[in-house]
Every structure is written in C-alpha cells, then in structure tokens.
C-alpha cells in the first residue's frame, strides 16, 4: 500500500532529481509546500516552464540571456574593455565574477572543460567560437578563469597553446590562500601553490 | 544593470524561498536546470501544479490524500488496529513512522504543536477533531508522538490531561540515546532521559 498520495510522491521524485537534494531534502520539500500558500509552488512552476522557453545563449559568449536578444547585455555594454576577454566553464562563474566588481572586460563560456574520461574533447566546448573571436587583433588578454582543477587546468594549458600564437597575453587566476582562511586548515597543495606564487609585500 | 536574464532571476527567487535553500543553492540549480534535459523542469513543473489541486486533507485522521478520497488509506484499510492511534504533528511524520514498519494502528495528525509564543492554542490544532474521535469508547491507547520539543512536550501534557479522564492510556515516544550514536556525543538532557528511562537487561 502506498502511504503517499502519488501527486506527493511524483513532487518529491522530482525534486530528487535536482542536485543536492536527497530523499530527506526531497520530503521535507514536499511537505512543506503542502502546508504552505498556494503561490509558493505556483510560482515555482511558472519559473521552471518560463526558464527554457525565454532564455538562449548569447551568439557571441555564449552566456544565458533573454530569448529575445541576440546579443546579452555584457557583450552590448559599449562601457566594457572588449580588449579582454574571461574564459568561465558555465554561465553561473559569469554572475560570480560580475557579483566581485573587479572585472570590467568581456566573457566566453566554454560550457564544459577538456575532460578525456569523460570524452569531453575541444570541439564540445566554445572553443572554436572563441579563436574566432580573438583572431581579428583587439583583444590583448584572455584570462583563463576555468576551475583551479584538473580539468580546469588541462583546458587552460590547451587554450595558452592556441591562442599564445596569436601574440595575446593569457593569464590564469591566481591560486593561493583563500582571503579569512587559517593556515594550518589550508591543504598542501593549495600551501605550495600559495608559496610558489608569493609576492613582493610593498 | 542586471547580469542575470529575468527568467533566471525568478527562478532563483523562487528556489530561495523554499526551506534550506540559500542564494547559493538556489542559483545552483537554477543553472542546473538551465543546461539539462527539458523534461527535468517539466516534470517537476507539472509535479508543483498538480500537488495541491490534486490533495486534500483525509476527514478523518487529517492527513494528506488524493483529493478524489473523503478518507485516507490508512484509515480506510480494516487490517489496521483501530484501538490505538498516534498522535502527530505533520503528515510528514506518518510517512516518517510508516517507513519503520513498527506501527499498525491509526493516526491523528494535529497540523501544529502547541506554542503560546507563536499565538498557537488547542483551537488551532485538530485536537477537537481528535476527541470527537476517540470519545465512541473504542480507542484503547492514543500514542503522542510530537517532536521531543518544548512545544512537542507541552502539546503532550495538554493531550494527556484531556484525554485520561476518558479512561483512555495516554503514552509517549520514548526518549534517549539515538541508535548508533556515541554517549561521548550526546547533550546532557538527553543523557538524562536515558538514565531517567534505563530499562532492565532482559
């Protein structure tokens, strides 16, 4: 006998499905929109059917925007410094780096990294689509923003050997010691790479 | 001006007000779902829509079913021991005791605890209900299983001095050291509960 009504049930196998929410997560999900006003899961469910309908990638970085433009907003912002183009491996390290303030140049979203075991290949990601974009001669500096891992790494590699031909600067984001961290809390590698990259104190 | 699309943006705001989901979490998955597979949006969609339209509150025992049902399952299964039932707080925890396999008796759930600071009172809770119930003579045990809580404790006490005038045995979850935990970890009251509690080694 099913102790759960199946529109619960269907409600919290869907919500499983999302990452980081597991079974507990899953119920507690469901049971609190149950108690809750109507307007919480409706509007939920407006947003989710609206998502993929009234969003597409921008034709130039390939970050999300609005259906309705061509172009995002960050590569028709006529203010920004189109003589340096971010590397990211998703949209979501767009808003991230855009939410710190310190980057007043342009984006390419690779959506994915160089990964061999996952059969994850150069021609599955942006890359072509950024040599294009570079190879006209205004851009100075590519700055390689994918993650600090292996994977993030190896696509880094790959793209300093494409494009340092071309005569532009590519520079990769500093690693070290996270800002408020401890110490001795801090694992090896991040400490040899904190060590490695020491700078003048002036 | 705004880095993320507006569609993006309501569904982060959406996801946000869902319990234990911060503004990291919530434009994790917005992101999540941005690049999988249409249907795990849909489906999850349709999920939201049809859990409220499609429930309702079983007349008897209150607690979630199909909205094409008066009486829930549970109640409505005649192999269940309708002499003893166990008092909850949310549909949640039926779904929580059922699981264990170790209760064969009916339910009651309360939608709520007793909180004089909440502005909470017996009027609030499906208590009237519950009396209503129970008053036919033949309910034998009515087993209070409220969270091991102020309110839980208080809402207990409450239950326990309307309903043993009846003649009815009133119990409660037992308290103590969770299985598989460490004594070393465990808070000072609950150490006392498992002292208070102690059981003869049969």
């Known amino acids: 006998m099913a102790v759960l009504p199946e529109p619960v049930q269907n409600l919290i196998n869907a919500f499983e499905r999302l990452p980081g ?9 469901a049971f ?11 509007k939920l469910a407006e947003a989710l059917l609206a ?10 970085c390939y970050n999300i925007t609005l259906s309705s ?12 410094d189109a003589s340096s183009i971010c590397v990211v491996e998703e949209p979501l390290d767009v808003l991230v780096l855009e939410r ?10 690779l959506h994915g990294v160089l990964s061999p075991i ?25 700055i390689v923003a994918t993650n600090p891992s292996m994977e993030g790494d190896a696509t880094a590699l790959y793209l300093r050997q494409q494009i340092l031909p071309l005569g532009i600067r590519v520079t990769r984001l500093a690693r ?3 800002v408020g961290s401890d110490l001795e809390y801090a694992d090896q590698n991040t400490l040899l790479r ?3 990259g020491r700078q003048e104190l002036i």
Do not use: W
């Open 21 to 29: 929410i597991g079974p507990k997560s899953a119920s507690r999900l």
């Open 32 to 42: 609190y929109l149950l108690r809750s006003q109507d307007d919480i899961s409706q």
């Open 51 to 60: 998502l993929k309908s009234s969003t597409s990638f921008c034709s130039v």
């Open 69 to 80: 433009r061509n172009v995002c907003e960050i590569c028709s912002d006529s203010g920004r």
């Open 100 to 109: 710190t303030g310190g980057f007043q140049g342009l984006y390419h979203v």
């Open 118 to 142: 996952e059969g994850i290949g150069p021609a599955d990601l942006k890359i072509a689509a950024l040599m294009e974009r570079i190879k006209d001669g205004k851009v100075r500096e590519v």
């Open 176 to 178: 070290g010691l996270p």
């Open 194 to 196: 904190a060590l490695a």
